[in-house]
């Protein structure tokens, strides 16, 4: 890597991601010399007029995301077009000059770049737990919409029948009470880049079981690659 490492954070929501990717930028820059960072964001959903939102919104029936808006309002958004959109923004991302682009949503499938490595949240995290829960007897996931949580089984591939709860990190949920439905889990995953290190403290105390934070997974890989 050069000695100054550029980088694209990349979200199917709106940017600054005020709630993300500061935290994700001091994890990662820990012990490492001023200027070693460099980091621009970009948004799936930036400059869209109201009427262009409303269009993204998911409808009955469709794969969702749960994303934030500039404000901090939650959007559920459609995973077909938000996916046509995302493919569309990296590969102009791809032509910029960034060494690595971050991708800060974990249940997204995309193409592959021509010049950029591309870091994607899903696979780092869903790998990771799939290694972890091989040997677990009850694994517990937690994800921010109760409709993710009847489809996770054809999104995600992972060992037995996890236990599923639902707790959204921009919907002001109690996560805490949420979690404590997993009580007894051998291992829980917070599976959304938008749970942040407060929510994780806030499960951690809520139950007896290791806990997962899927954001500081991804910092973990970013980090080592610097």
Do not use: W
Not at 93 to 109: A, P, Q, S, Y
Not at 175 to 202: F, N, P, T, W
């Amino acid at each position: 890597m050069p000695s100054t490492s550029k980088i694209a954070f990349v979200t199917i929501g709106q940017t600054p991601r005020v709630d993300l990717v500061p935290e994700m930028i001091a994890e990662i820059s820990v012990g490492l010399p001023d200027g070693r960072i460099a980091f621009q964001e970009f948004g799936v959903l930036d400059g869209m007029s109201p009427a262009e939102l409303d269009a993204m919104r998911a409808r009955d029936g469709e794969y969702s995301f749960a994303t934030r808006l500039q404000s901090g309002e939650e959007i559920v958004t459609s995973k077909a077009r938000t996916e046509e959109k995302l493919n569309a923004l990296l590969r102009r991302i791809d032509g910029e000059g960034f060494d690595i682009v971050v991708l800060l949503c974990t249940g997204t499938r995309i193409e592959p770049l021509a010049n950029t490595l591309v870091i994607e949240a899903q696979r780092i995290v869903d790998s990771t737990v799939e290694a972890l829960a091989a040997s677990a007897r009850k694994l517990g996931v937690i994800l921010p919409l109760e409709r993710q949580v009847k489809d996770f089984a054809e999104r995600h591939v992972l060992p037995g029948k996890p236990h599923l709860v639902s707790a959204s990190p921009y919907a002001g949920d109690d996560i805490g009470e949420r979690a404590k439905q997993l009580e007894g889990c051998d291992l829980v995953v917070m599976h959304c880049m938008g749970y942040s290190a407060a929510m994780h403290e806030a499960v951690c105390d809520a139950i007896d079981t290791p806990v997962l934070l899927s954001r500081r997974l991804v910092a973990g890989v970013v980090r080592q690659m610097l």
